[in-house]
């Protein structure tokens, strides 16, 4: 799905044109990543649609959102942060009582970009669990870029600055050239992986969190349905899944109930009834 | 909410003044550790925050955080080093001496924002 050279000037030129802000070939993928939201917003079905039919009547409305979601918005550590208060006050205690037999824990952050969700995750977990727990998180992405990034560790001075934690920072990372590199007991219980979400999932042992935030936003409510079907899977039947912002369950997946935990949500699989409990009349 | 900015830099005091000027703080300006507690002496109140370069002539940074430590009279305000020092050693020891927060140069208004929603000295909504 990567673009094509002739989308990707016209891009170029366009972002340069409106923000002076210059993409070197290369950024093909961070190009396709953030348009597509902005296309399936416009009822384009792809970028190159999306595309097309700016190059055709120019809009400077869409011109706008275009420079808008290739200008903004790196990724933050502790993104949003609810998610992560969530996890401490609500749900990581809940699971510390659930879990007691085993004092360990799975979560998997399914759309981990460069890495910086999974880390997040790790220095809350190993924060918030007593002693003598165990965790593991999985990361995902679609792009191998991305995955090759986030498994290095390693993170620019502009990167650490986005939502860090100055105590988090000298605690869980070490100087690296002119950048920073996550510690090794931070990064040892992450493991990386390419993973597409649309394709079949491979076979992975079950999950007490996932984290699957900003990306059904990339698909229409079919992929959206699929996704979340697969994910659940996934998800122990006492699980917690935590989606982006502006995304739900609602309306999509309706074996999901939403939980309001302080100023966010999180989905638990709703509980099955079996038929014949229900009774009669 | 009131703000106090200290860097000798005085295109970085008219940024850091926008920033936070935007997230509706009052805002005072001193060019160096010694005027910035030579101002504060003056003030009836304290600010709640202080963005402290760190290389400055007179009084530098460090100084100036050890100092406002050791007066009671500035123990709520709330510091943030602000500098281009970025070796751990040198952050480590501006958190010794009671800085808060850490931003280092260059950064983007963003990640000062969310720095300072860190320190819960933004109100909701604003850094979306």
């Given at each position: 799905?990567?673009?094509?050279?002739?989308?990707?000037?016209?891009?170029?030129?366009?972002?340069?044109?409106?923000?002076?802000?210059?993409?070197?070939?290369?950024?093909?993928?961070?190009?396709?990543?953030?348009?597509?939201?902005?296309?399936?917003?416009?009822?384009?079905?792809?970028?190159?649609?999306?595309?097309?039919?700016?190059?055709?009547?120019?809009?400077?409305?869409?011109?706008?959102?275009?420079?808008?979601?290739?200008?903004?918005?790196?990724?933050?550590?502790?993104?949003?942060?609810?998610?992560?208060?969530?996890?401490?006050?609500?749900?990581?205690?809940?699971?510390?009582?659930?879990?007691?037999?085993?004092?360990?824990?799975?979560?998997?952050?399914?759309?981990?970009?460069?890495?910086?969700?999974?880390?997040?995750?790790?220095?809350?977990?190993?924060?918030?669990?007593?002693?003598?727990?165990?965790?593991?998180?999985?990361?995902?992405?679609?792009?191998?870029?991305?995955?090759?990034?986030?498994?290095?560790?390693?993170?620019?001075?502009?990167?650490?600055?986005?939502?860090?934690?100055?105590?988090?920072?000298?605690?869980?990372?070490?100087?690296?050239?002119?950048?920073?590199?996550?510690?090794?007991?931070?990064?040892?219980?992450?493991?990386?992986?390419?993973?597409?979400?649309?394709?079949?999932?491979?076979?992975?042992?079950?999950?007490?969190?996932?984290?699957?935030?900003?990306?059904?936003?990339?698909?229409?409510?079919?992929?959206?349905?699929?996704?979340?079907?697969?994910?659940?899977?996934?998800?122990?039947?006492?699980?917690?899944?935590?989606?982006?912002?502006?995304?739900?369950?609602?309306?999509?997946?309706?074996?999901?109930?939403?939980?309001?935990?302080?100023?966010?949500?999180?989905?638990?699989?709703?509980?099955?009834?079996?038929?014949?409990?229900?009774?009669?009349? | 909410?009131?703000?106090?900015?200290?860097?000798?830099?005085?295109?970085?005091?008219?940024?850091?003044?926008?920033?936070?000027?935007?997230?509706?703080?009052?805002?005072?300006?001193?060019?160096?550790g010694r005027?910035a507690l030579?101002?504060?002496?003056?003030?009836?109140?304290?600010?709640?925050?202080?963005?402290?370069?760190?290389?400055?002539?007179?009084m530098?940074?460090l100084e100036f955080v050890t100092a406002a430590r050791e007066d009671?009279?500035l123990?709520?305000?709330?510091?943030?080093?602000?500098?281009?020092?970025?070796?751990?050693?040198?952050?480590?020891?501006?958190?010794?001496a009671g800085?808060?927060?850490?931003?280092?140069?260059?950064?983007?208004?963003?990640?000062?924002?969310?720095?300072?929603?860190?320190?819960?000295?933004?109100?909701?909504?604003?850094?979306?």
């Open positions: 799905m990567t673009l094509s050279a002739a989308d990707f000037a016209f891009v170029a030129g366009l972002v340069r044109r409106e923000s002076a802000i210059v993409l070197t070939p290369g950024k093909e993928y961070l190009v396709e990543a953030r348009l597509l939201p902005v296309a399936r917003q416009a009822g384009a079905a792809s970028v190159a649609e999306f595309l097309a039919g700016l190059q055709r009547r120019p809009d400077p409305t869409a011109n706008r959102s275009v420079v808008d979601a290739l200008t903004t918005n790196e990724t933050s550590w502790f993104r949003d942060r609810e998610p992560f208060t969530a996890l401490t006050d609500v749900v990581l205690p809940e699971l510390v009582t659930s879990r007691a037999p085993t004092r360990s824990l799975r979560i998997w952050s399914a759309a981990c970009s460069s890495g910086q969700e999974p880390y997040s995750l790790a220095i809350t977990l190993q924060q918030a669990l007593p002693a003598g727990w165990r965790y593991h998180i999985t990361g995902t992405d679609i792009s191998t870029e991305m995955i090759k990034r986030a498994s290095a560790g390693e993170f620019s001075q502009v990167e650490v600055n986005r939502g860090l934690p100055v105590q988090q920072l000298v605690h869980h990372f070490t100087r690296s050239g002119t950048g920073w590199k996550v510690t090794p007991a931070l990064r040892e219980n992450i493991t990386f992986q390419q993973l597409n979400l649309t394709a079949p999932l491979p076979s992975m042992a079950p999950f007490d969190v996932i984290f699957l935030r900003n990306v059904l936003i990339y698909f229409d409510v079919e992929t959206k349905r699929s996704v979340l079907r697969s994910v659940s899977r996934l998800l122990r039947p006492d699980g917690w899944l935590f989606l982006g912002a502006a995304e739900t369950t609602i309306g999509v997946d309706e074996s999901f109930e939403r939980v309001a935990i302080g100023r966010t949500s999180a989905y638990r699989p709703r509980v099955q009834v079996p038929a014949g409990a229900l009774g009669k009349g | 909410m009131h703000a106090i900015v200290i860097d000798d830099s005085r295109a970085m005091r008219l940024i850091l003044r926008r920033i936070v000027g935007q997230l509706g703080f009052e805002v005072s300006d001193a060019e160096d005027a030579d101002l504060l002496a003056g003030m009836e109140t304290v600010p709640n925050l202080a963005l402290v370069d760190w290389n400055m002539p007179n530098n940074g009671e009279r123990r709520d305000m709330t510091l943030v080093m602000v500098t281009t020092e970025s070796e751990q050693s040198h952050i480590v020891r501006a958190l010794a800085a808060h927060e850490y931003v280092i140069k260059p950064f983007t208004s963003e990640a000062m924002i969310e720095k300072l929603a860190l320190l819960g000295l933004v109100p909701t909504g604003a850094n979306s």
